[in-house]
């Protein structure tokens, strides 16, 4: 399934510590693209924040493989997820021009 998941700081973490194990975060979340659960992954201009679309078995699963990022293990950052379904005007475009869906369309 398609996941939007969102990360912010949490209330408590500082700049100091959120740019202290930065390489430990960045290999997490190149393992996660890797491996097929980020499909696709934004920043905002500031870097505090992430926006990504992501594919796994179940919103509780992307949870679970994320709650391994060290700055979620230390408290540092927390995420949000929401599932996706496919927005049935795009689906309705393609059914009546006889065209594929789009790659990106959640499954």
């Given at each position: 399934m398609r996941i939007f998941a969102t990360s912010k700081?949490?209330?408590?973490a500082t700049t100091e510590e959120l740019m202290a194990d930065?390489?430990?975060?960045?290999?997490?979340?190149?393992?996660?693209?890797?491996?097929?659960l980020i499909v696709e992954a934004y920043m905002d201009p500031h870097y505090s924040r992430t926006f990504m679309i992501l594919e796994a078995e179940s919103v509780?699963?992307?949870?679970?493989?994320?709650?391994t990022y060290p700055q979620?293990?230390?408290?540092?950052?927390e995420f949000e997820y929401w599932p996706l379904i496919g927005m049935?005007?795009?689906?309705?475009?393609?059914?009546?021009?006889?065209?594929?869906m789009p790659l990106w369309w959640p499954a």
């Amino acid at each position: 399934m398609r996941i939007f998941a969102t990360s912010k700081p949490t209330a408590s973490a500082t700049t100091e510590e959120l740019m202290a194990d930065m390489e430990d975060e960045i290999a997490a979340g190149r393992r996660f693209y890797r491996e097929g659960l980020i499909v696709e992954a934004y920043m905002d201009p500031h870097y505090s924040r992430t926006f990504m679309i992501l594919e796994a078995e179940s919103v509780e699963a992307a949870k679970a493989r994320f709650d391994t990022y060290p700055q979620v293990r230390q408290g540092l950052i927390e995420f949000e997820y929401w599932p996706l379904i496919g927005m049935p005007a795009v689906a309705q475009v393609h059914e009546a021009e006889g065209t594929p869906m789009p790659l990106w369309w959640p499954a």
